[in-house]
């Protein structure tokens, strides 16, 4: 890339960072109230990725073949396990994680 191309590309994430920081504050001002959509979807949207990313990280999970989905089973329970104990999601989160990464690098 060109300096001309370098600058205008810096200049255009700093826009777009700008922008996507600024813009709810400018539509949604402190003393108005917050639309109903807006609301449901702050309710609806965390749900619906978590769902989005179970999904997608068992999609290619084979039953009938390796380890046969037991190290990401043994995973999602542990996840449940610590969210219904702790109902702290950033431990639920990273417990799972950690207990998949060392099924999958010692046990598996």
């Known amino acids: 890339m060109s300096v ?7 200049a255009a994430v700093v826009l777009g960072t700008m ?6 504050f400018l539509l949604f001002p402190a003393g108005k109230p917050t639309p109903r959509y807006v609301q449901y979807l702050g309710k609806a949207l965390p749900g619906a990725v978590f ?4 999904v997608y990280c ?11 989905g037991l190290p990401e089973l043994i995973a999602i329970l ?22 998949y990464m060392l099924l999958v690098q010692l046990v598996f």
């Open 58 to 68: 068992l999609k290619n999970v084979s039953l009938l073949s390796g380890s046969h």
């Open 78 to 99: 542990a996840v449940a396990g610590l969210h219904l104990w702790k109902r702290q999601m950033l431990l639920s989160i990273a417990g799972g994680t950690i207990c």
């Open 19 to 24: 922008l996507t920081r600024f813009l709810p």
């Open 51 to 54: 769902g989005l990313l179970v």
């Open 4 to 10: 001309t191309e370098q600058i205008i590309t810096i």
